[in-house]
């Protein structure tokens, strides 16, 4: 079983929200870094917004000024506000973490996590 569980995805049209959320399955997360990334049809799974502990946040632009990555510690919860949802949004969305990442950033790219859910799928109809 994957360590992450995300929930929050679904169906939506265009301009419209959701909230992913990301919890630990098991014992809570003590590491410095997580994520979220998505995977689109026919692309690779890219990164689309990080957060480290101490609350710094990078985004690729794609998606700046419409979706915000933030954590919860009093419920050991990730989340994911998407708001003004376009239909390139449409991807299967993953929650990742790492314990010590060196670069907790949407460049440092998949291979910087070792932790991940095992996904939701969010669906945008224009």
């Known amino acids: 079983q994957e360590p992450l569980v995300e929930s929050g995805g679904g169906s939506v049209q265009s301009g419209g929200s959701l909230r992913l959320s990301c919890a630990p399955r098991?014992?809570?997360?003590?590491?410095?870094?997580m994520g979220w990334f998505r995977e689109g049809p026919k692309k690779g799974r890219v990164a689309v917004a990080t957060i480290d502990s101490d609350g710094y946040t990078t985004y690729i632009e794609a998606v700046k000024g419409r979706f915000t990555i933030s954590q919860d510690y009093s419920n050991n919860t990730l989340y994911l506000q998407m708001n003004n949802l376009k239909p390139e949004d449409t991807a299967r969305y993953y929650c990742?973490?790492?314990?010590?990442?060196?670069?907790?950033?949407?460049?440092?790219?998949?291979?910087?996590?070792?932790?991940w859910g095992q996904g939701t799928q969010v669906t945008v109809s224009s």
């Open positions: 990742a973490a790492e314990e010590l990442a060196p670069r907790c950033m949407v460049s440092a790219g998949t291979a910087a996590f070792g932790y």
């Open positions: 098991g014992l809570p997360f003590t590491g410095n870094c």
